[in-house]
């Protein structure tokens, strides 16, 4: 969404990324200016998907831009809108696939009720707005919550990345011969 919204560009965002930059925007905008239908609604499990959300945003943006009479690339005026509205959606969709999850746990005994602990990490977990909403859940259900620091909740991209890093110095799992593999970056 950041991408689409080329926040970049965007004289508040230009040094953030993406993630970052739409919890930045979103502070300030009126996520009750588009309602996103959050994704995935007629499944009854813990699954998560962003595709189908990402698709309604987009969607947005590209009747905006023609509203506006701007190209792809240009910043909207209703960036912040977009951005809270956005933020919201992928929150409510975490915190209720979550929830989902924790009831599951409980119910097949997979938990104990007593002391049971939502630990969230990666770079989702750096986003006080999401941080918030679940740690709602959490006191609503009697779980605790840990979370890492906002500094070391990274992009999943980089931990992996750094992981390849250490096992490549450490020579474990390191391919020699790159011969038949074939790679597209997006």
Known sequence: VA???????????????????????AQTG??????????????RNCDFSFSGLQNLVNK??????KE??????EILSCVKDIAAAAQHAVAAHIIQRTYRAMLFCIKNS??????????????VA???????????LADANDFALLCPPPRLCTDNGVMIAWNGIERLRAGLGVLH?????????K
């Open 126 to 136: 750096s986003n006080q707005y999401i941080r918030k909403g679940l740690q709602t």
């Open 110 to 123: 997979i938990l104990s009720s007593k002391n049971a602990t939502l630990v969230v990490s990666g770079g």
């Open 30 to 43: 009126n996520r009750q200016q588009h309602v996103f239908r959050l994704p995935m609604q007629q499944y």
């Open 3 to 25: 991408r689409r919204l080329s926040l970049r560009k965007h004289p508040e965002c230009h040094s953030m990324a993406g993630g970052k930059a739409i919890e930045h925007l």
């Open 60 to 65: 947005v943006i590209i009747q905006k831009e």
């Open 68 to 73: 506006e009479g701007i190209q792809e690339g």
């Open 177 to 185: 011969s790159t011969d038949g593999i074939r790679y597209e970056p």
